[in-house]
């Protein structure tokens, strides 16, 4: 699925642009940055005795759980809920038109240039296909009437809802991470994306790992209920 109108992916890279970009879409440095780390542990965790898999599928559930941790539980940005539309595990904020889901991709991610972008590791679904379906609708919208500022609204007056992937590509000790806007996907692989912001760069770009928690620097603490079973 080609886009049907030519955009140049908008990179954003710049720690201040960066955290600015973010909060347009009610997320936060600080919360990327939580679920990273836990996909990157998840992944580390897997040893050769495990079988075929279980370090990608470990890191895509650890990335779920704590996108949904972080982001319910964080009053400074509400209305986020967990969501299985499709059938497809996400975190949705219907008021600010916008999913975000996790994927493990290869060393494209967090690069700083048209030249490269993500690729998922493994093949993406047919549900897949309909979320970047809808992000090239809203785009083409948008390209299509260029005095329009924000997303449009949905029936029930709720923003059209917009899916953004957080590509995160750990390596051993390398880590990097981007939170990425898919507009094209063929065979199962992404092929185009709308905008690209790095979130862990291999060149130091990205968010600022001190500054993002908070605005005023503190550290956010997220109050997460356990449930015991």
Partial sequence: MNMGFPMQTLIVAKPLEV??????????????????????????????????GAAGWSA???????????TIH???????????????????????????????T??????DTQDRYPQNRSKKGAATDRIVQCNQGVFEFMEQASNVVAFPKAADGDQEIVSWYLCVYSDGEELRAELSCPVGIESGFFTGFS?????????????????SKKPDGEVV?????????
């Fill in 60 to 70: 895509w559930r650890m990335g779920i759980r704590r996108s949904r941790e972080v």
């Fill in 74 to 104: 964080d009053k400074r940005f509400p209305d986020w809920e967990r969501d299985e539309t499709g059938q497809v595990s996400s975190v949705v904020n219907r008021k600010a038109g916008v999913r975000l889901l996790v994927s493990n």
């Fill in 106 to 111: 290869d060393d494209g991610t967090g690069i």
């Fill in 195 to 211: 905008t690209r912001i790095i979130i862990l760069g291999g060149d130091g770009t990205g968010i600022d790992p001190v500054k």
């Fill in 221 to 229: 603490e997220f109050d997460i209920p356990v449930a015991r079973k």
């Fill in 19 to 52: 955290e600015n970009e973010l909060e347009k879409i009610a997320l936060s440095g600080g919360q990327l940055l939580e679920i990273v780390h836990a996909m990157a542990g998840a992944r580390a965790d897997a040893t050769e005795n495990d079988p075929p």
